[in-house]
Nanobody, 120 residues
Framework: QVQPVESGGDLVQPGGSLKLSCTTS????????MGWYRQNTGMQREWVAS???????NYADSVKGRFTISRDNAKNMVYLEMNNLKPEDTATYYC??????????????WGQGTQVTVSS
């Protein structure tokens, strides 16, 4: 069973840094793309960053140069290092993993989210 679990959210001052982690139990499955999204109450969930199984990365313009996504394929983990945080980065951050199964379409799995609050 693929069940992503995020951690690392916290209250941080503007200009500060945080590192989010996402792990999943089990290892008898293959994970393709991994990504981070964020959402505020009443707003649509927005894509933040993603990484392919080969390690290629992409970022939303709003976080480019400040956030870094990385992954550990052996552990099926993905990380999001966030620097120079701004109040507008405040949101619940969600991890998404794409499971790859032979003969089946890819399937998305979402975590429950971790809260990041940027405030003085």
């Amino acid at each position: 069973q693929v069940q992503p679990v995020e951690s690392g959210g916290d209250l941080v001052q503007p200009g500060g840094s945080l590192k989010l982690s996402c792990t999943t139990s089990g290892s008898d499955f293959r994970i393709g793309a991994m990504g981070w999204y964020r959402q505020n109450t009443g707003m649509q969930r927005e894509w933040v960053a993603s990484t392919t199984s080969g390690g290629a990365t992409n970022y939303a313009d709003s976080v480019k140069g400040r956030f870094t996504i990385s992954r550990d394929n052996a552990k099926n983990m993905v990380y999001l290092e966030m620097n120079n945080l701004k109040p507008e980065d405040t949101a619940t951050y969600y991890c998404k993993l794409v499971r790859i199964s032979l003969g089946r379409p890819p399937r998305d799995y979402w975590g429950q989210g971790t809260q990041v609050t940027v405030s003085s």
